[in-house]
């Protein structure tokens, strides 16, 4: 498998996800601007939509959408445990959280990723606060992870969306939940593969 990534986006989840997986899979950086591979290829005949991830399979599928790769990746791997059984009231729960990440969380960090200023930006930070404060009782009675005791793909999404507030300025430091699930995802062993892979870590 081959992952296509831009350093520290959202990509960074599935990243995480093929290391706690342990799964054998090669990576190329994307200029999502430019749509080219750090290889040179024209990053459009991979994902014509232009963005990261793409996961390039061994049969030569290629899987786009990060939700959808965190969950087929979980699927084809159920002992891992990084999704519950399809059909369950926690599969259920968990793509609530998923659909939250990307539709409310991720994407209200993109006017800020596009140069908002001024009014535009405030406002943008507004919802971002607002969004990242949706977590706070979820985490509130303890649970290390957003399904409870177990790691699942979503906590890899959640924690590469929450990494975004240091790159636009915003300190989490008013979520005391959020941050510390940041810290305890930033520590397990596969996120720091992943990032130190990325360049944005340094190696141990």
């Known amino acids: 498998m081959k992952l296509y990534y831009k350093p520290g986006a959202c990509s960074l989840a599935t990243h995480i996800v093929l290391n706690e997986l342990g799964l054998s899979f090669d990576i190329e950086s994307v200029d999502t601007s430019a749509k080219t591979t750090a290889g040179g290829r024209d ?24 939700a959808a790769i965190l969950q087929y990746l979980a699927d084809q791997h159920p002992a891992s445990g990084l999704a519950p059984t399809p059909g369950s009231w926690e599969r259920t729960q968990l793509h609530r959280h998923l659909n939250f990440i990307s539709a409310e969380l991720h994407k209200s960090f993109s006017p800020l990723f596009q140069g908002a200023e001024g009014v535009a930006r405030e406002a943008a930070i507004d ?38 507030a240091g790159f636009i300025g915003l300190s989490l430091d008013e979520f005391p939940q959020a941050t510390a699930f940041v810290a305890r995802i930033a520590e397990r062993q596969a996120t720091r593969r992943a990032l130190e892979a990325e360049g944005l870590r340094k190696a141990a």
């Open 43 to 66: 990053f459009l005949e991979i994902n014509p939509d232009g963005y990261v991830p793409a996961l390039a399979l061994d049969n030569g599928d290629v899987l786009t959408e990060g």
């Open 127 to 164: 919802k971002v606060r607002k969004r990242i404060a949706h977590f706070e009782p979820i985490f509130a009675d303890g649970r290390p992870y957003l399904m409870g005791d177990t790691f699942s793909v979503a906590d890899a999404y959640l924690f590469t969306v929450l990494n975004w």
